[in-house]
């Protein structure tokens, strides 16, 4: 069989569906998969910055994609995107879980920590779980693929929510791997470490935009932080058939974070 490593992918006549694509990670994997080939929907809760990065795919790839708004804290959108996909495109092929947020409450003393563990295991959790069995019947169809992507934050003691509902996601990649093996349907979880995202700001990190890149890479041993365009690179591999035999796995990319000394 003839590998592509080296070459660009061909996602021709496939069909992606990536949650928080509106930005950062979610924007850089729609649009890679889009000039590999592939038909996507995008969803996310800005309309400005959907309709942006629906631009950019229509102009840089001439084919326009299927945009949804939505909020993933609605548990009736999990269903909503896995039909109009459907509707408009009649298959399915990859399903990445990127949508996620983080919360500035990381206290248990925090007087609203209960209502942001909601919150967050709603996005984080609930919403790839519901995802992942709506389209369990389409990618079986397919022997299509499941990419979520977690966090080095799920490997380390970081922020008890964000971290624990990262955590929960990993296990839910293995798990999910060993049902759905059998169906042809593989999952991976990409583990990303600094990338500097609008992520970072929801997790109360406040450090100004031109500053927050250099304030990353001291925390690596590589002294480098990710540009999302390098989290696409590894989704689009892992979606690949160079991938064929990779399932269950926790792929981490994070400049060695996590083997950072502490002080």
């Known amino acids: 069989m003839t590998s592509t490593i080296g070459k660009k992918y061909d996602f ?27 038909q996507v929907t995008i969803t996310g809760r800005d309309a400005e910055t959907l309709a942006n990065v629906g631009k950019e795919i229509e102009e840089k790839c ?11 804290i609605d548990q009736y959108l999990p269903e909503k995107l896995i039909n109009e996909t ?3 495109f009649g298959r399915l092929d990859f399903l990445v879980n990127n949508a996620g947020i983080g919360t500035t409450a990381k206290s248990l003393e925090n007087e609203n920590f209960m209502t942001e563990f909601d919150k967050v295991f709603a996005i984080n959790v609930r919403a790839p779980v519901q995802l992942i069995q709506l389209a369990v019947p389409h990618l079986e169809k ?18 008890l929510l964000y971290g624990s509902s990262k955590a929960a996601l990993d296990m839910i990649t293995k ?21 500097v995202t609008s992520i970072y700001r929801s997790l109360g990190i406040t450090t100004k935009p031109m500053n927050m890149k250099e304030e990353m890479k001291k925390r690596t041993l590589l002294n480098m932080a990710a540009e999302p365009i390098e989290i696409a690179n590894l989704a689009s591999f892992l979606a690949s058939n160079d991938a064929r035999n990779i399932t269950g796995s926790i792929v981490v990319s994070d400049s060695g974070a996590l083997l950072m000394r502490k002080n």
């Open 62 to 72: 001439g084919h326009c994609p299927l945009q949804i708004i939505g909020d993933l």
């Open 86 to 88: 459907m509707t408009k």
């Open 12 to 38: 021709t006549g496939k069909v992606a569906l990536i949650t928080g694509s509106s930005s950062g990670i979610g924007a850089a994997i729609a649009l890679q998969f889009a000039q590999y080939g592939a």
């Open 175 to 195: 798990t999910s791997a060993q049902e759905l093996g059998p169906k042809g349907i593989r999952v991976n979880s990409i583990n990303p470490g600094p990338v």
């Open 142 to 159: 397919t022997k299509g693929n499941i990419i979520n992507i977690s966090s080095i934050a799920s490997l380390t003691a970081f922020s």
